[in-house]
């Protein structure tokens, strides 16, 4: 079965580029819709026809990315973002996890590494840069080193959850999870549902942050 596309970008130069390169490969992806802003994604979702994985510009007009990756996040959980942008300001980063964004892809970055990403994403990966990946780690690194005064939650997790979260955060997706620690990706599927619900996050980044803040990791 192809994996359904869906592209948010303003630029209709970078826009027919993307969609060229991903029609290189006509057995793996099916263009389902190319918005020009935000607004336009949100809408079109409110169809049937959903995609698997949305690659979404962070800097567009009517609605930016981020602000259309919280609503669509919340709305269909499902559906896999991934940030494709120019920006790799620790702000911009830090909004686009929050939101609740699977990955975070550079512009710049050739086909294969896209397709790459795709196939991570949606096998319980967090696709990233280089330069992005090392400003995660040193995002999640500062919140762990903030001393609050507020207790720390456990939030129930078990002890297995607790040891899919640490796998989570050294980068591991679903099927290596699940060969540590000897058990089906469907049940690892089935672990992260249960953290995801237990602390109230959208994807691993917000779960990793959560949990490192929280000292559970």
Do not use: C
């Not at 192809?2 to 060229?20: R, V």
């Not at 499902?78 to 300001?89: A, G, S």
């Not at 002890?159 to 000897?182: H, M, P, S, T």
């Amino acid at each position: 079965m192809k994996i359904k596309i869906a592209i948010a970008e303003d630029n209709d130069f970078l826009a027919k580029s993307l969609i060229e390169k991903l029609a290189l490969i006509p057995e793996k992806f099916s263009m389902n819709y190319r918005a020009r802003n935000g607004l336009e994604m949100v809408d079109y979702l409110k169809t049937s026809n959903l995609p698997d994985v949305i690659l979404m510009d962070i800097e567009m007009p009517v609605m930016n990315g981020i602000a259309a990756t919280a609503q669509i996040s919340e709305k269909f959980p499902d559906i896999k973002i991934i940030m494709l942008t120019v920006f790799d300001d620790e702000d911009k980063i830090f909004k686009a996890i929050k939101s609740g964004a699977s990955g975070y892809l550079l512009k710049d970055e050739s086909v294969e590494k896209i397709v790459d990403g795709i196939d991570s994403v949606l096998n319980g990966g967090a696709p990233m840069s280089a330069a992005i990946a090392s400003k995660t780690l040193k995002l999640l690194k500062q919140s762990s080193n903030i001393i609050t005064e507020k207790p720390t939650e456990d939030f129930n997790l078990s002890n297995r959850e607790v040891e899919v979260l640490d796998l989570l955060k050294e980068g591991f997706d679903y099927n290596q999870i699940a060969e540590k620690l000897f058990i089906s990706p469907f049940t690892v599927r089935k672990h992260i549902e249960n953290i995801y619900k237990k602390l109230q996050v959208n994807n691993k980044m917000q779960a990793v942050q959560k949990a490192t803040t929280n000292r559970i990791i």
